[in-house]
Nanobody, 121 residues
Framework: QVQLVESGGGSVQAGGSLRLSCAAS????????MGWFRQVPGKEREGVAS???????RYADSVMGRFTISKDNAKNTLLLEMNSLKIEDAAMYYC???????????????WGQGTQVTVSP
């Protein structure tokens, strides 16, 4: 079993920054693919960023250059630094774990309850 708990969401004005965290526990190891996706009600989920076992990162075009994903293996924590936030970044953000990256976490996937990000004009 895998448990993922996100935190760090909130309300921010456009142009501002937020830092999301994901505390992972259970069947997590350094070989997993970890990532973030977001979802707005009525729309499909959108992969945002992922990081593989070697530390390689991938980003959605919409967040490239503004978001940074990182992980602390010792603390089993996944981070997402979000800068220059735009109104269209507003969504529920979920941390996800998978066996491999394609480029998003795939295979035996788990995700948390999410943390809400609101961006105002």
């Amino acid at each position: 079993q895998v448990q993922l708990v996100e935190s760090g969401g909130g309300s921010v004005q456009a142009g501002g920054s937020l830092r999301l965290s994901c505390a992972a526990s259970g069947s997590i190891n350094n070989k997993n693919c970890m990532g973030w996706f977001r979802q707005v009600p009525g729309k499909e989920r959108e992969g945002v960023a992922s990081i593989d076992s070697a530390g390689g990162t991938r980003y959605a075009d919409s967040v490239m250059g503004r978001f940074t994903i990182s992980k602390d293996n010792a603390k089993n924590t996944l981070l997402l630094e979000m800068n220059s936030l735009k109104i269209e970044d507003a969504a529920m953000y979920y941390c996800e774990r998978g066996d491999y990256c394609t480029p998003w976490p795939s295979g035996n996937q788990y995700w948390g309850q999410g943390t809400q990000v609101t961006v105002s004009p």
